[in-house]
């Protein structure tokens, strides 16, 4: 499955931005991962295909929603309330395995190109 990513963008603090992903086939789940400059890339959120199940990172909750669209086979990552923190290079990632979505990256194995998003202070 090939994943695309998109949707970032340079935005204000306290902004709002919405990612998308669009993937080629169908995946169990999906997930939002970033990676700061200088840092390792760490999780955001993931949903079920169902939708029945979202994860979120503690540093996004209450400010980021992950949902998805079946039909078009993409999720979709809106955040609001951004700080400058949150700016990165953001990466999809889908997964074949079974169960909740999961936080750990070897757990996915197909992966977006990333789109920055940056946040002015």
């Known amino acids: 499955v090939q994943l695309q990513a998109y949707g970032g963008g340079l935005v204000q603090t306290g902004g709002s931005l919405r990612l998308s992903c669009a993937a080629s086939g169908r995946t169990s789940s999906m997930g939002w991962f970033r990676q700061a400059p200088g840092k390792e890339r760490e999780f955001v959120a993931a949903?079920?295909?169902?939708?029945?199940?979202?994860y979120y990172a503690d540093s996004v909750m209450g400010r980021f929603t992950i949902s998805g669209d079946n039909a078009k086979n993409t999720v979709y990552l809106q955040m609001n309330s951004l700080k400058p923190e949150d700016t990165a290079v953001y990466y999809c990632?889908?997964?074949?395995?079974?169960?909740?979505?999961?936080?750990?990256?070897?757990?996915?194995?197909?992966w977006g190109q990333g789109t920055l998003v940056t946040v002015s202070s």
């Open positions: 990632a889908g997964t074949q395995r079974a169960g909740v979505p999961s936080a750990r990256e070897y757990e996915y194995d197909s």
């Open positions: 949903i079920s295909r169902s939708g029945a199940y979202t």
